[in-house]
Every structure is written in structure tokens, then in C-alpha cells.
């Protein structure tokens, strides 16, 4: 059965977000537990690109599919799982990146809902924390998906989080979502 396409981000309601959210259903991956088979030869690249014997999968459907099977392991590494095979993918930094964000509300009632290049939408909260590694090149965002899987926030998105975080007022500049704080850098 084809996956459908990712509804339009801009058009829905945070109500709609949350109720796409939770009806995504993805396959048990973390119950499965089959035999490791070798390499899948597919790299996911820092901007998201998924990438099959160096060439790049161009079909997004595929791309949505093959996320809902790939699991982190305990080691840190990636794996595509079915109940039959387990298979290493690459992964240069973040195997999702989260190229839209939507806001409602303000202070401590703000939601923020993000969009990912998978066509995924999740609202950011005690489940889905964001956090904020910082490098010698500056902050590295990212936002938990599930089970050990992050999203690196674009640079587009990244500049939204501060602007709202810089108009919240709050001595350490962050953001609130569904009454969670997240601060965009670590106190002095």
C-alpha cells in the first residue's frame, strides 16, 4: 500500500498537527529483532538527503518509508530493521531535519509544532525535546523524534526558535512548548 503525501504544513491547525502526530502509526521496530545482514549501502547526509550506492533517493515516498524502519542502536549506530533483516545505513548527523515550524500561543501556553523532511509533523514537549549542542561553529539545534532519533533543525527554522526566543523576554533567551522550557543556550 503507497504512503500518501504529507499534508500541506501551512495550512493546519496545531490542533491538526497533534492529531496527525498521533495517528502515525509506525511499524514495532524496537521489538524486532532479526539477524544483522551487512551494509544497506544508503547514507543519509546532514541535510537530510537519502542517498542509495551514492546516488540520491529522489522518490519522496520511498524516503518516508524507509524512516519509519530505522531504529538507533544501543551502540549509537543506525540500522534499517524489518522482522527478517537488519541492515547498517550511514548517517551523517541527524537522520531527520525539521524544515518547518508553526507557533501558537505565547510565553509559558506557546506550542510549537515542526514539520520534517519526511513529511512527519510533531509538536515539541517533554516527548520530543529540543536541545542545543553547542560547537566551536556555533549551535547545532535538534529535536528528539523517537527512541534515540533526532532532527537537526535547519538553519531557516533554527532563526525563527530564536527570534521567539529573544521576544519571550526571559533573562535566559528559550522557548516554551506544551509547557516545557528550552533554552536556547546554557546559563553562564
Known amino acids: 500500500m503507497p504512503m500518501p503525501p504529507p499534508p500541506d504544513f501551512?495550512?493546519?491547525?496545531?490542533?491538526?498537527?497533534?492529531?496527525?502526530?498521533?495517528?502515525?502509526?509506525?511499524?514495532?521496530?524496537?521489538?524486532?529483532?532479526p539477524a544483522h545482514c551487512g551494509d544497506?549501502?544508503?547514507?543519509?547526509?546532514?541535510?537530510?538527503?537519502?542517498?542509495?550506492?551514492?546516488?540520491?533517493?529522489?522518490?519522496?515516498?520511498?524516503?518516508r518509508l524507509f524512516s519509519t524502519i530505522l531504529r538507533r542502536e544501543p551502540d549509537g549506530g543506525f540500522v534499517?530493521?524489518?522482522?527478517?533483516?537488519?541492515?547498517?545505513?550511514?548517517v551523517e548527523d541527524a537522520p531527520f531535519v525539521a524544515v518547518e515550524l508553526k507557533a501558537d500561543g505565547s510565553g509559558e501556553a506557546m506550542r510549537l509544532a515542526f514539520r520534517l523532511n519526511t513529511g512527519d509533523v510533531l509538536?515539541?514537549?517533554?516527548?520530543?525535546?529540543?536541545?542545543?549542542d553547542?560547537?566551536?561553529?556555533?549551535?547545532?539545534?535538534?529535536?528528539?523524534?523517537r527512541q534515540g532519533l533526532e532532527a537537526l533543525i535547519s538553519r531557516s527554522v533554527y532563526y525563527e526558535l530564536a527570534q521567539l526566543a529573544l521576544a519571550n523576554g526571559a533573562e535566559l533567551p528559550g522557548v516554551w512548548s506544551e509547557g516545557v522550557f528550552f533554552p536556547l543556550a546554557t546559563a553562564a
Open 134 to 145: 553547542a560547537r566551536e561553529d556555533g549551535p547545532r539545534p535538534y529535536l528528539h523524534v
Open 40 to 63: 544497506s549501502e544508503m547514507r543519509i547526509a546532514v541535510d537530510g538527503t537519502w542517498f542509495h550506492q551514492g546516488s540520491p533517493i529522489t522518490r519522496p515516498a520511498m524516503v
Open 123 to 132: 509538536t515539541a514537549g517533554a516527548d520530543h525535546a529540543l536541545r542545543f
Open 80 to 90: 534499517l530493521v524489518t522482522p527478517v533483516e537488519k541492515l547498517d545505513i550511514d
Open 10 to 33: 501551512a495550512s493546519l491547525s496545531l490542533a491538526e498537527i497533534a492529531r496527525l502526530a498521533e495517528e502515525n502509526r509506525l511499524p514495532p521496530v524496537d521489538s524486532w529483532n
